[in-house]
């Protein structure tokens, strides 16, 4: 068996740590998401792979570094961290750009980059998620990444950003040392691919956790019929936020019923934050998709978020359904108002499930002085949805 396959890591997924540092009894357990348990959430139906990559041309990409364990020792680890990277579509961003709006729910964290798309409503670069430190050399790699791929992208006087955007995970990482480089936010650029989407222990959300269990990376996705048309909806998270009593799966008081199985040794209270990218292949104009960015609150209160003081919940929302090529004049196309409705249940059932499948799908990890995240049980999770009739 292969490391990617030990560590349920997946499609899209680079990795780099010693296999010193996971003994027999911290192996993860096999993972499932959440539709795999029998728990199906909301009415709308998932795309082919329930990710954000349902939406064509839609890739995702993640670096995954693990290595070390033990005492902190700033600048050499543990190492539990990494970078997700979300491409728009295939072609050179910053020639061909996506109508795409933000919202900020609670705005203690960052998200890099927004200039062009709070100014002129255009997303051309790649959206990328990782923790705190790494903000900045994860930008300086994907801006020398779009450079590789337009060498004109400073000489036209528009401004053209990466997109960035992290989550605190001190409690397992060396936040300090710095261990995200330039070369890792470019590998997880070129790694994106269409396809299944690796969850979890992954990228940007290695050293993340929701309700006081393991989470990380989670996606999700909903088919939209509008008249003769079908569209999708696609979520992705990085998920980092919740007390375990708020914890509700379809409803149901899940984190009421697990109170053990906490966070073990140091004080992991400070991590509230979430990131969240959806997607569409609709032809929404910027207005009409920070609107579906505001939907990402419902979908994270149905999970019981509240949106502490202390959070950055940030969310961003772009289309693919027409490009703005540079120089060309463009006709632009809105999707009729009568459907939006239907695009704003996608965007909660989608983020509600993105968030579940985070944790699902992570399992328990030990990282920097033996602080441990522990995974969701999913036999325990079965067990308490059976008994309040919620699994099919």
């Not at 969310?315 to 006709?331: C, D, H, P, Y």
């Amino acid at each position: 068996m292969d490391r990617r396959t030990f560590l349920g890591l997946g499609l899209g997924a680079a990795a780099a740590w010693p296999l010193s540092s996971w003994s027999a009894e911290t192996a993860p357990e096999k993972r499932l998401r959440l539709r795999e348990l029998g728990i199906a959430i909301g009415e709308m139906e998932p795309g082919e792979y329930n990710a954000i990559t349902d939406v064509a041309g839609v890739r995702v990409g993640h670096v995954t570094l693990i290595r070390g364990d033990g005492a902190l020792v700033v600048g050499k680890g543990p190492v539990r961290t990494g970078v997700t990277a979300i491409l728009p579509h295939g072609g050179v961003l910053s020639k061909e750009a996506v109508y795409a709006a933000d919202f900020t729910l609670n705005g203690n964290g960052e998200l890099t980059g927004m200039g062009p798309v709070r100014g002129r409503g255009l997303l051309a670069a790649p959206v990328l998620f990782t923790n705190t430190s790494s903000i900045g050399n994860v930008y300086d790699g994907a801006m020398g990444w779009m450079l590789e791929q337009d060498e004109e992208l400073l000489t036209r006087g528009v401004q053209v950003e990466p997109v960035v955007g992290e989550t605190w995970g001190d409690f397992l990482n060396d936040t300090a040392g710095g261990h995200v480089r330039p070369e890792h936010a470019r590998q997880a650029i070129e790694s994106a691919q269409s396809g299944p989407v690796a969850e979890g222990c992954v990228g940007g959300g290695t050293a993340m956790r929701a309700f006081r269990f393991k989470a990380g990376i989670g996606t999700a996705s909903r088919l939209v019929p509008c008249d003769e048309t079908v569209f999708t909806v696609g979520v992705l998270v990085q998920a980092n936020f919740g007390g375990r009593s708020q914890l509700l799966v379809d409803g149901v008081p899940v984190g009421r019923e697990i109170p053990d199985l906490m966070p073990e040794r140091g004080q992991a209270g400070k991590s509230k934050s979430m990131l969240v990218a959806v997607a569409t292949d609709a032809p929404l104009l910027p207005v009409q998709l920070q609107r579906l960015c505001k939907r990402v609150a419902l979908g994270m209160a149905r999970t019981g978020a509240i949106s502490t003081h202390g959070s950055g919940d940030l969310f961003l929302a772009f289309s693919t359904g027409q490009k703005i090529v540079r120089g060309e004049n463009s006709k632009v196309q809105s999707l009729n108002n009568r459907w939006i409705s239907r695009m704003h249940q996608a965007v909660v059932e989608s983020t509600e499930e993105a968030i579940l499948n985070s944790l699902t799908m992570a399992h328990t990890m030990m990282g920097r002085d033996g602080n441990t995240y522990h995974a969701l049980p999913l036999d325990r999770l079965q067990q308490i949805m059976r008994a309040h009739g919620r699994l099919k």
